[in-house]
């Protein structure tokens, strides 16, 4: 190589050693951001409060994350209310004639102050939390408002998956499993009325699939894809009918639901037993009973159920149900 041809390397090679040290130092001076906080909505912790801190799930903080404009002063929400996404707290029900089995609705109440009863919040992990706010309440014993999976990170409270829930709020219970590849949040809960000790209490069970970042109100639709029911399951009925002869016929009806892999198992059994208002002390006469084992099955786009309820199979015309 000639000396001219030398001095070329030599001078190639310092820079590119110069370019390689100031890529280092470029690298080292770069700033350290933060990891984006994707959520649907967040609230920022105060400084000094620490993410397992206990105040992080405070009903005041989850309200004012939930649910837009409360008011943390007076637990006041306005009207007509919305959730964090400017979304409106509804729910709607299949229309009389669009589904083989309707329910009864309740009136709504008024709108009141939220308290700390109307928090209903179960753990899924120490940093994440499924959470019912409660807005409105109705009068067969329903309650209903925005339900959210809120995660609490170093930085705040996110907001992951979002829905308006509308179920039993007494003795109410929140959790999530995975039926046929999709997510599913189950709620149960009871209502209870009359002057009796014990009084008459009956529990249901709210079933509400994710679809991406949304719980969603759907109803269950039968093989031929039309609507059967609610996503509204009762554990429990009771119903009466009068006969001829001043004899009255009532109804028993018990579930139980159990979750696997290929779907929700719902165990079914009635009984109808015949009895003499003038005799009460005589027993009642069984008229009749059935048991059925019923699968609802959920997949990317639907909930459906292989057939409907005893319940609607054996109760008789004129025969009225119990409730609140």
């Known amino acids: 190589m000639t000396s001219k041809g030398m001095r070329g390397a030599y001078a190639l090679r310092w820079v590119l050693v110069a370019l390689g040290v100031a890529g280092l130092s470029c690298k080292h001076e770069a700033p350290v951001r933060e990891p984006v906080v994707r959520a649907l909505c ?3 912790l ?7 801190s206990p105040a992080v799930w405070k009903p005041e903080a989850l309200f004012q994350l939930l649910i837009n404009g409360y008011d943390p002063g007076t637990g006041r929400v306005p009207l007509p209310p919305t959730d964090c996404m400017g979304t ?3 729910w709607q029900d299949p229309a009389p004639g669009e589904c083989s089995v309707t329910e009864p609705e309740g009136t709504p109440l008024p709108v009141q102050p939220l308290t700390v009863d109307d928090m209903v919040v179960t753990e899924m992990r120490l940093d994440l939390k499924l ?5 409105r309440r109705f009068s067969n014993g329903e309650a209903m408002g925005p339900v959210a999976l809120v995660e609490a990170t170093p930085r705040g409270l ?3 998956s979002l829905g308006t829930l509308k179920a039993l709020p007494k003795s109410a219970r929140l959790r999530m499993e995975r039926i046929g590849g999709s997510e599913v949040l189950l ?8 002057k009796d000790d014990p009084k008459t209490c009956q529990r249901m069970v709210r079933i509400m699939p994710l679809r991406g970042n949304r719980f969603v109100a759907e109803p269950l639709v039968g093989q031929d894809g039309k609507c059967m029911q609610p996503a509204n399951i009762a554990l429990s009925r009771t119903a009466t009918q009068p006969l001829t002869g001043k004899w009255l016929r009532k109804y028993e009806y018990a579930a ?5 892999p290929d779907g929700i198992h719902v165990a079914e059994q009635i009984a109808a037993k015949d009895s003499d208002p003038k005799q009460p002390s005589s027993p009642p006469r069984l008229f009749r009973k059935a048991q059925d084992e019923r ?3 959920v997949n990317q786009s639907r909930m459906a159920v292989d057939r409907p309820s005893v319940w609607t199979q054996l109760l008789e015309p004129g025969a009225t149900e119990v409730l609140p």
């Open 256 to 260: 139980a639901l159990t979750v696997a």
């Open 187 to 194: 709620v149960d809960g009871e209502r209870c009325w009359g």
């Open 42 to 44: 967040f609230s920022e």
């Open 158 to 160: 996110a907001v992951r």
């Open 131 to 135: 959470v019912w706010a409660i807005v």
């Open 295 to 297: 699968l609802i099955q």
């Open 46 to 52: 105060p400084a000094a409060m620490k993410v397992v």
């Open 88 to 90: 409106p707290i509804l």
